[in-house]
Each structure stands twice: as structure tokens, then as C-alpha cells.
T-cell receptor, first 112, second 114 residues
Framework: DAKTTQPPSMDCAEGRAANLPCNHS???????VYWYRQIHSQGPQYIIH???NNETNEMASLIITEDRKSSTLILPHATLRDTAVYYC?????????????FGGGTRVLVKP | EPEVTQTPSHQVTQMGQEVILRCVPI?????FYWYRQILGQKVEFLVS????????KSEIFDDQFSVERPDGSNFTLKIRSTKLEDSAMYFC????????????FGQGTRLTVV
């Protein structure tokens, strides 16, 4: 699975949009971009995923550049409960199952 | 909303003792996983399990570890002879299918080996 690079930490103001970047310059054509988050040592929680088109769900939006070498997770209106470590993961959906390879992630602190 | 449940939430054991960590995956899911997270470190994949056999394992998952699905609902991780370095949060996860996009994680078991 392709390696990802994320900033180690970032702050965000409550009520504002949080834009979390991720670089995955070695991504291959059939690898997906996934985002999970982990709130204070709880189990990781799925947020969103995409292949090449932008995606949106009730939690967030995912913007993938045209060359797919980077992406941005957008939390449209950050709340204090969004304080967490956010992981960008690139992976195949291969037959061996759903193994996720976590990196260091971005520690997001939402401030009032 | 369906959830993965893990018991106990915290277990303390003496070095050299056997421990069994228990998980109840989401009822219609077919693929099961264990991950661990040593304090302050990354979440690491241990093993995946499907159709009553291991489908993939990491190099962390050595002979001291085993997994089992003893009945239709439980999924267990056994550590035969615990070491101090096994102290970590252990997360169970499940997915509906092999190409399923969303893995559901439990809240974890904090294992402390003393």
C-alpha cells in the first residue's frame, strides 16, 4: 500500500472548516484513499473514502486532486468533539481482506 | 447502530500468564481483525480472519498469539505467555465482506502486563 504523509498536528477554530491535507504521491491507479479518526484512544472510526472523484457524506468531504497524488479531508463545521487524530490511508481493496495500515496521522485540536 | 463490543475494557495480568481478549463482531459481518496500539504509538495490524482461518497476519503475530471463533458470535485473541511489551490497547474490528469499505472497530481492551 502507498505511503502517506500528513502534518503531525493542526489547530482549528470551533465552527470553522478544518482542512486536513494528505500527500500520497506514490499512489497507484487502483488504490483508494481512506480517512479514519481516533478520538482519545478509542477505536478508530471510519470517515470517508474515495478513488478519484470527490466524495461527501454526513461527516466530511474528500477532495482528491486530479493526479491523485494528494487529497484533503474537509470537516465543514468543526466542533469540539472533532478533536482527534485523523489518519489518511491508501490501500487496495484486495481479496485478502481489509487490512488497514495506519501512519502517525494528524492530531487535530478544535479550540473554542 | 450496530457495534463491535470488546471485553474486558481493561485487563491486568502478570508476565508469563495467558490472557484471552474477547470480541463480539457485528452479527452479519464475515471478516474479523485484531489491531494493537502501544501507548503513544501507531495502530498496528495483527491478524485478519475469515471462514475460520487466518487470512493474513503481521510479523507481530508470532506463535504466542492465536485467534479463534469458538461460536457464532465471539472472536478471541489469546496471548499464551504475556510479556511486558504486550501491554497495549487491543482493538477488534469487523467488515461485512472482503471488499467492504468500512471497518467497524470496538472500543478496545487495555492490556497491562506487570
Amino acid at each position: 500500500d502507498a505511503k502517506t504523509t500528513q502534518p503531525p498536528s493542526m489547530d482549528c477554530a470551533e465552527g470553522r472548516a478544518a482542512n486536513l491535507p494528505c500527500n500520497h504521491s506514490t499512489i497507484s491507479g487502483n488504490e483508494y484513499v481512506y480517512w479514519y479518526r481516533q478520538i482519545h484512544s478509542q477505536g478508530p472510526q471510519y470517515i470517508i473514502h474515495g478513488l478519484k472523484n470527490n466524495e461527501t457524506n454526513e461527516m466530511a468531504s474528500l477532495i482528491i486532486t486530479e493526479d491523485r497524488k494528494s487529497s484533503t479531508l474537509i470537516l465543514p463545521h468543526a466542533t469540539l468533539r472533532d478533536t482527534a487524530v485523523y489518519y489518511c490511508i491508501v490501500r487496495y481493496l484486495r481479496g485478502a481482506g481489509n487490512k488497514l495500515t495506519f501512519g502517525g496521522g494528524t492530531r487535530v485540536l478544535v479550540k473554542p | 447502530e450496530p457495534e463491535v463490543t470488546q471485553t474486558p475494557s481493561h485487563q491486568v495480568t502478570q508476565m508469563g500468564q495467558e490472557v484471552i481478549l474477547r470480541c463480539v463482531p457485528i452479527s452479519n459481518h464475515l471478516y474479523f481483525y485484531w489491531y494493537r496500539q502501544i501507548l503513544g504509538q501507531k495502530v498496528e495490524f495483527l491478524v485478519s480472519f475469515y471462514n475460520n482461518e487466518i487470512s493474513e497476519k503481521s510479523e507481530i503475530f508470532d506463535d504466542q498469539f492465536s485467534v479463534e471463533r469458538p461460536d457464532g458470535s465471539n472472536f478471541t485473541l489469546k496471548i499464551r505467555s504475556t510479556k511486558l511489551e504486550d501491554s497495549a490497547m487491543y482493538f477488534c474490528a469487523s467488515t461485512l465482506g472482503q471488499r467492504d469499505t468500512e471497518a467497524f472497530f470496538g472500543q478496545g481492551t487495555r492490556l497491562t502486563v506487570v
